[in-house]
């Protein structure tokens, strides 16, 4: 784990039960915060809200649409140095790889 340099000068402990540990931890989890970030946030009255998807599913979700623009821009960059210039159909697909584009925008921004 990193050596992360805390800037809050107080620290406060306190003594739980393994069950509230765990419902506590499984919370956090749950919310995709640490334990004490996430503590913190209850004492000081921060509202949380749990993803809309489950960390590990956001994770393969956003591996595959990586793909998805890697191959985009694999096709975008091939229609761009097309000899001759765009035609008709290469200048329709051009339009459809850019409505993909923004669409995976969209993706991208729910999953933020």
Known sequence: MKDVKRTEP?????????EEYNRLKQMADDTGLSLSGFVKRKALDIKTKNPKIAKKDAIEIASELRHIGVNLNQVAKHLNHKEGGLNEATDNLAGVLEEVRAEMKKIWERLA
Not at 10 to 18: H, K, P
Request: hydrophobic share 35%; no cysteine; net charge positive.
């Open 10 to 18: 107080r620290q406060i402990n306190f003594r739980i039960s393994e």
